[in-house]
């Protein structure tokens, strides 16, 4: 079998284990006979239009082994959507041109959804054309939004950094409620599914320990409903902890963050939820609050990252150098679960068409009747994505994180602008 | 000797080592031949006031020990300043009452400059009514902004929790600035000093590593300035990460946070600095932007404590207890540094007489001449300060911290309503 090079790439928002799938391809693919090099795109997809290929090999195995505990996207990452094949058929040709000019044969896709449905349009694309490319996704979303997966590498260590912080947080209130704040509100990511708000129960040991209130896109927001439970809670435990998902809305489909106030020069202010929701509270119940947004932190935290998050992570790259190495094409790299308790997991496939577009959130037996917790079965479900920590290297008090040389593969073609 | 009991109370807003610094008080006490039980306020020194008192002989030797992991105040802390002998004698004299019904002759209070000089006054006001009792302040605070000690523990667990946070988050921003992120901006806390934001400067390595820009309370804030410091980052570097003070402000005192807007039903909009800063840098530079507000994640985060602050807030508990059996009174335990590298210290006293209602703030020698970083001395200062790592026990993802029986002693006196 002729030896082939492979491409990959990282996409869309990172996280703090895509670099562990990357490290997962990456050594997978150098005890591959019939892989060559790996080149990987420089800010993602984009390194592959523009001809700018990071020659990995010229990186030490101690580097590549750092991935492993390095968060961010080490080759960087961007939002670059592709259009559909009829709209931009341009730009599909452009990724076919680069790998045939880099005797690319291999294509590796490290990304949600929306990557997902590249790798296949590639996959298809290169059957057309009659370019042999053997075309696997890697399954990476903090939203853990993919379906056709048990879950998404990246949202275990951003649910285990929320339950971690919900759990301190919550006892920093408990200890001052007497006197001082009231309401506590963090808000966290998940733009259209609650994953990410749902972990944050994990922090909860007994019924009625905090988070008391947890607000996720799945559920119409009730303003009344809300200030209720609020209140009954600091009137029964005297304080209330809200974990808030950036999505929450009204149900008319308004994001509770889109507040529709102004500044002082009449801008439009674009406010968080925590802080919209503090001021209903403050505003309605007249209670002394605190909010946090704790935003990127949260998808950083690789200080804090779930174990099994990092293992999934990087055996789901090293799965997908070997279905493409064993000749297959056009499926995503999958976690499979075989039991809760005690947790067994595996890697599996799915058919990349399968997977684009389609959104998983959260299921509303996830969700308490009220509205305002995570269920046992959500509890069985998310436990174990948080289990194990898996501390990087510190030195002088920081963890020493991974740097690349990225040296550039000499460019063959004539320039593209995307 | 007669052995007599000791009383402590944890004070004001709480750490994720305060408890390290109760670990040590009642350990140390436990073997002093002088000291009987250790009661502690509930809810601080509210508790004295209110008689509810915490007999901690009740919590096992393993619940005690656990503390030292367990961030926020166990016993309960608050916000309550004892006004001046003249003006509030009752409430001084009520403390007396419960400490002589209680047969007390030891105060341990745990706390930032309000409660040294509380510790202070008891101290001559025992002395006044020929009451014998040993009053010993205990150091803590975040802000790090007490006199005549080193360090305050407490801060550096948060200097060592912005310090991480900043560096896995710029690493994030880098990784996507292509196409997405160009500013991240983040606050952290310190109305007054700008300890804990000079604390991110050490997530630098090298001359124009992130962050960019930290905006201290000690240098005036300067719209132009600022925007062109980080126009010109992100022309140079691609992006700029900003780390900001909650209590950054104006040459005419205006804080920063207090931005005058209003929301849609003309509501004052209590927003936070770095909403603020975000909002000014996409009108003024037009970059796309996140923020993130730590709030009291960072001061509870103690799952990523600093080993440093952690010994050390036992060693200034234990050392308090110390002093106060050796038969001294009206003394702060501090912690005196021998050498910045390789870092050696040990515990140390001062006059709380000297200690009270002094604020030390960030010499201007620490601060950048462009008022947007910290010098050579600066990093002397801080980076033995978050060295080392203690990390707290995990079961099943989560850490497990010290939960108390909290059994109260029974009341000797009629109510007393502060």
């Not at 750092?66 to 559909?84: D, E, I, N, V, W």
């Not at 950036?246 to 889109?258: I, N, S």
């Not at 990349?352 to 998983?360: F, I, S, T």
């Not at 046992?376 to 963890?399: H, T, V």
Request: proline share 5%; net charge positive.
């Amino acid at each position: 079998m002729a030896r082939r090079n492979a491409f990959y790439a990282q996409s869309g928002g990172v996280t703090a284990v895509i670099n562990a799938s990357a490290a997962g391809v990456i050594e997978a693919a150098r005890k591959e006979p019939g892989i060559g090099k790996v080149f990987a795109g420089q800010n993602g997809i984009l390194g592959a239009l523009r001809e700018e290929l990071i020659d990995t090999s010229q990186e030490t195995k101690a580097t590549i082994a750092a991935l492993r505990q390095t968060p961010s996207g080490a080759f960087g990452s961007c939002r670059y959507k592709l259009k559909s094949l009829d709209e931009n058929a341009r730009e599909y040709e452009r990724l076919i041109d680069v790998f045939r000019a880099h005797d690319i044969g291999y294509f590796f896709y490290n990304g949600g959804g929306d990557s997902q449905d590249t790798a296949n349009k590639v996959s298809e694309l290169g059957a057309t054309l009659g370019y042999p490319i053997k075309c696997i996704g890697v399954p990476k979303t903090v939203d853990n939004d993919l379906p056709l997966t048990d879950t998404c590498p990246g949202f275990g260590s951003v649910a285990k950094y929320v339950a971690v912080s919900t759990r301190e947080a919550a006892l920093d209130v408990a200890s001052m409620c007497e006197t001082s704040t009231k309401v506590f509100i963090m808000e966290v990511m998940g733009r259209h599914a609650g994953w990410i708000a749902g972990a944050a129960g994990l922090a909860q040991e007994n019924r009625g320990d905090p988070p008391h209130v947890i607000l996720f896109p799945e559920v119409d927001f009730d303003d009344k409903k809300f200030l209720d439970k609020v209140r009954t809670t600091v009137e029964k435990r005297g304080y209330c902890v809200v974990v808030v998902s950036e999505g929450a809305k009204y149900a008319d489909g308004r994001f509770l963050a889109d507040a529709g106030t102004t500044d002082a020069f009449g801008h439009a202010q674009l406010g968080g939820v925590a802080p919209t929701l503090a001021e209903m509270v403050k505003r309605e119940l007249g209670f002394k609050y605190h909010w946090a947004v704790a935003d990127y932190l949260q998808r950083a935290a690789r200080h804090i990252a779930s174990k099994t998050d990092v293992d999934q992570a990087y055996a789901v790259g090293a799965h997908a150098v070997r279905l493409a190495a064993s000749g297959k094409t056009g499926l995503m790299a999958t976690i499979v679960r075989k039991s809760d308790s005690p947790y067994r997991w595996t890697v599996g496939e799915a058919p990349l068409g399968k997977v684009a577009n389609v959104e998983r959130k959260m299921p509303r037996s996830f969700i308490t009747k009220d509205g305002f917790g995570i269920t046992a079965p959500a509890r069985r479900y998310l436990a174990p994505l948080i289990a194990g920590e898996d501390y990087p290297r510190f030195r002088q008090g920081l963890p020493q994180y991974a740097s690349l040389k990225k040296v550039l593969v000499k460019k063959q073609l004539p320039a593209f602008e995307p």
